[in-house]
């Protein structure tokens, strides 16, 4: 049984920077991939970034290269999302996912899933 905490989102004007962490709980349970997903209203949830726990290799939507960065925290069940230049756009609560058993931005492949964090870029 794997439990994810989300945190660090927030309110952010346009061009800001926000940080989200994600810390993983797992007894007798080896974290090999973390993703970060989010939600706007009234849209499907939607594949943001995710990384291999082991290697690195993270891979990023296309909506947010250059701007969103993931990165494994202290542990490797810690996965941060670094995001700047953030736009109305990027409005949504963001979710981590971990273990997926398919392709990393699918959000069906993920078993195990935090409550989610309100990120809110006014313009």
């Known amino acids: 049984q794997v439990q994810l905490v989300e945190s660090g989102g927030g309110l952010v004007q346009a061009g800001g920077s926000l940080r989200l962490s994600c810390v993983a709980s797992a007894r007798s349970f080896r974290v090999d991939v973390m993703g970060w997903f989010r939600r706007a209203p009234g849209k499907e949830r939607e594949f943001v970034a995710a990384?291999?726990?082991?290697?690195?290799?993270?891979v990023y939507a296309e909506s947010v290269k250059g701007r969103f960065t993931i990165s494994k925290g202290g542990t490797r069940t810690t996965a941060l999302l670094q995001m700047t230049s953030l736009e109305p756009e990027d409005t949504a609560i963001y979710y981590c996912?971990?273990?997926?058993?398919?392709?990393?931005?699918?959000?069906?492949?993920?078993?195990?899933w935090g409550q989610g964090t309100q990120v809110t870029v006014s313009s």
């Open positions: 996912g971990a273990d997926p058993r398919g392709a990393y931005d699918n959000s069906q492949s993920y078993t195990y």
């Open positions: 990384i291999n726990m082991s290697g690195g290799y993270p």
